[in-house]
T-cell receptor, first 116, second 111 residues
């Protein structure tokens, strides 16, 4: 398996532009997570899905952020309009809930977003 | 989900065992202890997890106290490549249980 695939790896955009980050989870995994990491705030959970259904989006900063998971093999995180404070590394992770209840995350390499 | 407390930083000599502590005094019966690490600019990497018993894999050992209120991650022979931020997380079974990363322990390995 190629692991969790994220694109783009790097994105530089101007304030006000729409940004779409993409994630392909590991095949067969039933959970997908989006995290954001900055120096000031560390790793923050934005939203997570179970079987393509959003379970908790309380970490999404504001209405400018939206996430979708149209099928088991693809998810997007969209920021519209983008602002300089959105500059961060965005990680996607997927997992499979084990029979004993353990849930081990595999992370992608991240998408580094810079908003000018 | 139970919160965890870790020292902000530690260092260890190369070749020695690195022992990273984690306090999770409010852990409940169905919550696992997970350890991840993040090497600079990479995504976090899973290391090991456990419920009650001590666990060992090719990367590390996890020692959980009998009352489950604390645990220690042991890297038996630390190398320079083990320099990273190490995160201890507790999480229960429920699909509504979030996986929250704290600030972790920054481990530096001295040559």
């Amino acid at each position: 398996d190629a692991g969790v695939i994220q694109s783009p790896r790097h994105e530089v955009t101007e304030m006000g532009q729409e940004v779409t980050l993409r994630c392909k989870p590991i095949s067969g995994h039933d959970y997908l997570f989006w995290y954001r990491q900055t120096m000031m705030r560390g790793l923050e959970l934005l939203i997570y899905f179970n079987n393509n259904v959003p379970i908790d989006d309380s970490g999404m900063p504001e209405d400018r952020f939206s996430a979708k998971m149209p099928n088991a093999s693809f998810s997007t995180l969209k920021i519209q309009p983008s602002e300089p404070r959105d500059s961060a590394v965005y990680f996607c992770a997927s997992s499979l809930l084990g029979a004993a209840g353990a849930n081990v995350l595999t992370f992608g390499a991240g998408s580094r977003l810079t908003v000018l | 989900d139970a919160k965890t407390t870790q020292p902000p930083s530690m260092d260890c000599a190369e070749g020695r065992a690195a022992n990273l502590p984690c306090n999770h005094s409010t852990i409940s019966g169905n919550e696992y202890v997970y350890w991840y690490r993040q090497i600079h600019s990479q995504g976090p990497q899973y290391i090991i997890h456990g419920l009650k018993n001590n666990e060992t894999n090719e990367m590390a050992s996890l020692i959980i106290t009998e009352d489950r209120k604390s645990s220690t991650l042991i890297l038996p022979h630390a190398t320079l490549r083990d320099t990273a931020v190490y995160y201890c997380i507790v999480r229960g079974y429920s699909s509504a249980s979030k996986i929250i990363f704290g600030s972790g322990t920054r481990l530096s390995i001295r040559p």
